[in-house]
């Protein structure tokens, strides 16, 4: 069964991803924080690593560049509540940001299931993600 | 907007008063325009970061209403599935509108900012963050990512600095996201650096 850990601290995104994600046949876990994420991405397997960008106290892209770094091989997908194109700053966007730390793709929230679940099996089998996004 | 001095004005003998009268009422307009932007930054910091998360919550679980509902296609579970399908169509109407809002408000928080820059030289600013790097980033920062930038680098935490600023926790850590974005910071050590070193070099 494939492994999924979703660090994400909002209430209820969280717990709502990890419902979805389980209905689709994943065994998903959930981590209201950075610290608790990194201690459960230590201590066990995972498949895929779903990361928001912005945590409270840690920036997600400094968690996804951890996680990669220690595990490369498992694919990241980055989640943010912002619009990743700075219209302040066209040279810096977040989803530059989030692949250049080892995120393999990115979603912006608001997403529906639909897009969850496609993002979700494209990352998993990278084979796909030239067809999904 | 504003302010009449009819007293000051009426007094032609005193070309001193009168620029020190002109320069509070451009005072005053900086002050009211700061305040309004930071408003405006406020509620488009709400609505890209703290609307998407409950409307994306909102989206997964109504689909799973959806899906629990779908093995029973007739009677009443099939108006029911109706009704969950229109509300996922509300929904994402919903996100359609907070997005365009969203863009609008960044927009418009952009123009503030170009003309508050360009009209800097030969205007009372209102400083907010007192080192000089804050200023020099002042053109690519809006006034309330300034303030928030002098809290985190001040050793606040984001529900002091919420808390200081009149705003919720989680508009903090909006803004706080968007500027260590665009300063390129990966951290909260990384912006008191990069403060750190600018305010050695100028």
């Known amino acids: 069964m494939t492994r999924i850990l979703v660090v994400d601290d909002d209430p209820s995104v969280g717990p709502a991803i990890v419902m979805t994600l389980g209905h689709e046949g994943y065994d998903t876990v959930h ?7 990194m201690r459960a991405f ?57 692949t250049k730390a080892g995120a393999a793709a990115c979603l912006r929230k608001p997403f529906a299931s639909w897009q969850l679940i496609a993002a979700v099996r494209a990352s998993v089998a990278p084979a796909l993600l030239t067809m999904a996004f | 907007m504003t302010i009449g001095y009819p007293h000051f004005n009426a007094s032609p003998a005193s070309p001193l008063l009168n620029s020190a009268v002109e320069q509070l009422s451009r005072l005053q307009i900086d002050l009211m325009s700061d305040a309004l932007r930071r408003a405006v ?11 998407s998360e409950p409307l994306t919550a909102l989206l997964l679980y109504l689909y799973e209403i959806k899906r629990a509902g779908a093995f029973d296609a007739a009677g009443s579970s099939a108006a029911l599935g109706e009704i969950v399908d229109r509300a996922l169509c509300e929904i994402e109407r919903v996100c359609n509108i907070i997005g365009q809002v969203g863009e609008a408000v960044e927009a418009s928080v952009d123009a503030e900012a170009a003309i508050a820059h360009g009209a800097s030289n030969n205007r009372v600013r209102v400083g907010v963050v007192g080192s000089p790097t804050a200023r020099t980033n002042a053109h690519r920062l809006t006034p309330r990512e300034q303030e928030v930038l002098a809290l985190i680098t001040g050793g606040c935490s984001n529900k002091e600095g919420g808390y200081q600023l009149g705003i919720s926790t989680r508009t903090f850590e909006a803004h706080r996201a968007h500027l260590m974005g665009k300063l390129g910071a990966r951290n909260a050590a990384d912006l008191i650096r990069m403060t750190s070193n600018r305010d050695q070099r100028l």
């Open chain 1, 31 to 37: 981590a209201p924080d950075a610290g608790i994420g």
């Open chain 1, 42 to 98: 230590e201590a066990s397997r995972f498949d895929l690593a779903i990361v928001d960008i912005f945590l409270p106290d840690i920036s997600g892209i400094e968690i996804i560049a951890e996680l990669h770094r220690k595990s490369p091989e498992i694919p990241i997908l980055a989640i943010s509540g912002f619009i990743f194109r700075d219209s302040m700053d066209p040279v810096l966007d977040y989803l530059a940001l989030a």
């Open chain 2, 41 to 51: 930054d406020d509620v488009g910091a709400a609505m890209k970061h703290q609307l």
